[in-house]
């Protein structure tokens, strides 16, 4: 019986005498801290808090150093090198020093921690991690890169709410390009446009081809970029028909989108310009003339009415001696002036288009070919062509005017 008892209490005092082994003693010198408000200082007490929660060394504080950087000044303000660190360590009479460096890079903030072997001078262990720009949490990103270096885990949320996101290329962050040039191109007319530049010119049209040459100068600027999209805002001032004596300006705002790195892209957007027009008909029988003549209400008033000014030829249209005017729709139902149409005698009014356009700019170094197939709609009618520019990249910059750290 006393010697089972004697071999328990031997047990007994092995097994305390483990656990009243001291900790491994660690002091933590100042680290480097760059584009951020928290000083070194602060930086090393972040570290030693972080060090002492873990519960796996016994960590000098402040005061116990504070006799050491009396001593030598260089171990308080530049002691970031494996040699200085080892002599430091030596100098406190610890078995670990630890330091790193707080970074502010862009848009996230990079930690490093190492912690040198006093006795070998080599790196026990380093850790590295990158963090959301939210300075307010350096403490929280300092506890992550601590637990991951002794395999301890941090609460998943905690990590995801403070990981540096490396997303893509937003308007924040990427430069505006300028990418202005000439644009030249050719447009078949359609619809009530192709009646009107076909017609005769003594009828109120244009007496043209119905296809028109384009001029014409476009003005982009984007405001919002990827790595594999764009958004463009683009201006583009445009004279069509010189060819044909034709003077035809239009401006046009397009919406624009550009993707991938091919620069397929597509745009859409209200045009302006002024157009000529009156109100008419169509003789579809022939009636007042040939089959299909424009027959506006001024030729009406001021010539085909007054045929009619004949009492004997025509008593219908007299009453009491009074000459009354047939209308067109006397002769035909679908003879009146309800409808509005193109005619260079006409007065000058607004006109508005919705243009759409597809195509893909050609890159070759800073020189931009940017070709595009459209089509402009008006009531009634439009125009569908296509159009080849250049550009060249001329100058890039911020979009916002911040500067980075």
Known sequence: MKKVITTFAFILCTTLSLFAQPKTSIAVAN???????????????????????????????QFDMADVYE????????????????????????????????????????????????????VFKTGVKEFDNQEAELQRMTEILIKEMHGVESPKELIERLKFNNELITSSNVGRVKNNGPRIGYAVMTGNLYEFATRPADQGGLDIFPGVSMIGYQ????????????????????????????????????????????GWEFAFGPGFGMKQVSKGFFDTDGAFGNVGNYISETDWTNNISRSFNDPTAHPDFFEDGTFNAPSPSYFNSEYNFSKEYGDTRGVTKFSTSFLFALGRTFRAGALNIP???????????????VSVGFNVLKSKKNINDRKAL
């Open 71 to 122: 001593t030598k000044e260089r171990f308080k303000n530049a002691c970031l090198g494996k040699t200085c660190l080892t002599d430091l360590g030596k100098a406190l009479n610890v078995n670990y020093i630890a330091s790193g460096s707080y970074d502010l890079l862009g848009n996230k903030i990079v930690i490093t921690i190492k912690i040198i072997d006093v006795n070998t001078g080599s």
């Open 219 to 262: 003005l982009e600027a984007q405001y919002v970029g990827t790595e594999n999209f764009s958004a463009l805002i683009e201006g583009i001032i445009n004279i069509s028909g010189l060819e044909q004596g034709q003077f035809i300006p239009t401006i046009s705002l397009m919406n624009g989108f550009r993707f991938g790195k091919a």
């Open 31 to 61: 680290p480097n801290v760059t584009g951020l408000y928290a000083t070194p200082e602060i930086a090393s007490k972040l570290i030693r808090l972080e060090l002492i929660k873990l519960d796996k060394y016994a960590v000098l504080d």
């Open 371 to 385: 070709v595009n197939i459209f089509y402009s709609s008006k009531k009634g009618g439009g125009l569908a062509g």
